[in-house]
């Protein structure tokens, strides 16, 4: 039991300033926001490439992975610079189709 508590105290100093870190970019990126996306119109990693490309050219995409076998997007934002319907757009001009995975959406299941 004693163990237990160590790890909790560990977890506890190590969670402290991850999250000072974060507000810290906050300041820097406006209102980071990640946002996952179901991908369909893939049939290659090069396709993957190919949305990556398109989304490093908009303003306010601060990070973007896109993974071709799980068909999914990860994008984090700038809520200030970017929304959802744009990200979304961009990928849709690059030639494929997305929507918002419902992995982050549980209040909208309520
Ligand atoms: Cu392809």
Known sequence: MK?????????GFLGLPA?????????????PRVLTLEVSGMSC?????????AL????????????YPKHRAVVKYDAEKIDEKEIIHAIEAAGYQARV???EKKSKVE
């Open 19 to 31: 999250q000072t870190t974060s507000e810290k970019a906050a300041e820097v990126f406006g209102k």
């Open 56 to 67: 490093g050219k908009k303003d306010g995409i601060l990070e973007k992975e896109v993974s």
């Open 3 to 11: 163990y237990v508590f160590l790890m909790v105290m560990l977890f």
């Open 45 to 53: 990693t090069g396709c993957a490439d190919h949305i990556e490309q």
């Open 101 to 103: 995975a419902n992995t």
